[in-house]
Nanobody, 121 residues
């Protein structure tokens, strides 16, 4: 599965962005999907995940209440709506596939190339 993330950019603190992740295959619908991110000098960390049926979204505590993960299986696309952005959200954000709902970055199999989100204070 090839994944293409987009939608990153520069935004002021308190602003919003919507990330998208387009998948190359119809088999997209069988995977659980996640958003993960990596800030400069830090390890890759979990942000949010959603089951193949969209029934089970989970979030990192740091983004809970601010970010919303969703997917459109008909369009083979994953989304991350980010609001109330903070400077600490600055990172390259990746979409990735998993065979189960997981918060462990090591459990994700296929990764997109990442899209940079920069939040200025």
């Amino acid at each position: 599965v090839q994944l293409q993330a987009s939608g990153g950019g520069l935004v002021q603190a308190g602003g919003s962005l919507r990330l998208s992740c387009a998948a190359s295959e119809r088999t997209f619908s069988i995977y659980d999907m996640g958003w993960l991110r990596q800030a400069p000098g830090k390890e890759r960390e979990f942000v949010a995940t959603i089951s193949w049926s969209s029934n089970y979204p989970y979030y990192a505590d740091s983004v809970k209440g601010r970010f919303t993960i969703s997917r459109d299986n008909a369009k083979n696309t994953l989304y991350l709506q980010m609001t109330s952005l903070k400077p600490e959200d600055t990172a390259v954000h990746y979409c990735a596939t998993a065979y189960r709902t997981t918060m462990n970055p090591r459990d994700y199999s296929y990764w997109g190339q990442g899209t940079l989100v920069t939040v200025s204070s």
